[in-house]
């Protein structure tokens, strides 16, 4: 088996959601091990459980996961450090007879995967090899909207902020880089706010993390719209809105 299907998609598409659907699709018919593969380079990183959205426990019991709250949170890892990580456990799975399911990340580090960029070349190939099946999941901005509203109230009465200070407090000890902290949506917006206040990223009060809230939901939903930009920088991806839209494509592809 050296097929491979990726799954793009802006914030709160539920590419998790399509992944694991695929998975149980792919074994009951076709008897083939699906393992999935995190590709975005943020949840990789340990400990920042509230913030990032991953695989839960029924999830995990089912599936084969790799590269999901993996990397300490104290070195920063570069493109082709994260590509080089994924293609290892591609070809690690690829060699049991299994299929790679890749999940998420941004445009850019879902393509330097796809299109097997390397760090030596100063242009890339704009091909996708066709032993790939790329999806791209489709979500309308009210909807997107929603979703979010509802994603970033979750995270704040799950303690976003406590697990922010925590991270925080252990950036001078080296064990958390702070640069990773700017990158995460959530933590960025605490420290984009002391900043501005003049605070302690520590001693931030109720009206600031209300404004952080709703800051946070614009930023995360304009975000989301950039992204549902890039699909046309996929060659031949197919654009879904849920997992039925996917079996048909599923079942060309492997046979």
């Known amino acids: 088996m050296n097929k491979i299907i990726a799954i793009y998609g802006p914030t709160t598409s539920n590419k998790l ?55 300490p949170p104290n070195e920063e890892i570069d493109l082709f450090d994260f590509k080089q990580a994924v293609d290892e456990r591609v070809s690690e799975i690829q ?4 299929l790679p399911i890749l999940v998420g990340g941004s445009a850019m580090y879902l393509l330097a995967i796809l299109q097997n960029w390397q760090k030596e070349e100063k242009k890339h190939s704009k091909n996708i090899p066709d032993n790939i099946l790329v999806f791209g999941l489709t979500v309308s901005k009210p909807v997107m909207r929603r979703a979010v509203e509802k994603n970033v109230n979750e995270m704040f009465n799950q303690g976003l902020y406590a697990e922010f200070k925590r991270l925080f407090e252990q950036i001078e000890e080296g064990s ?42 614009k930023d995360i939903v304009d975000y989301g719209y950039h992204q549902t930009l890039n699909y046309k920088k996929f060659p031949g991806i197919y654009k879904i809105r849920e997992f039925n839209q996917a079996r048909q494509i599923v079942d060309k592809f492997l046979k």
């Open 95 to 98: 060699s049991r007879g299994n």
């Open 176 to 217: 958390v880089n702070r640069e990773i902290l700017e990158k995460v949506a959530g933590y960025q917006q605490f420290l984009e706010m002391a900043r501005v206040s003049k605070k302690s990223p520590l001693e931030l009060n109720k009206q600031d993390l209300n404004k952080i809230k709703k800051w946070l939901i």
């Open 17 to 71: 959601g399509l992944a694991y659907n695929l998975s149980k699709y792919v074994w009951g018919k076709y008897e083939i091990d699906p393992e999935v593969v995190n590709t975005d380079p943020i949840k990789a990183y340990r400990g920042f459980d509230v913030s990032q959205s991953y695989p839960n426990e029924n999830f995990k019991e089912k599936v084969e996961t790799h590269l999901f709250n993996s990397f």
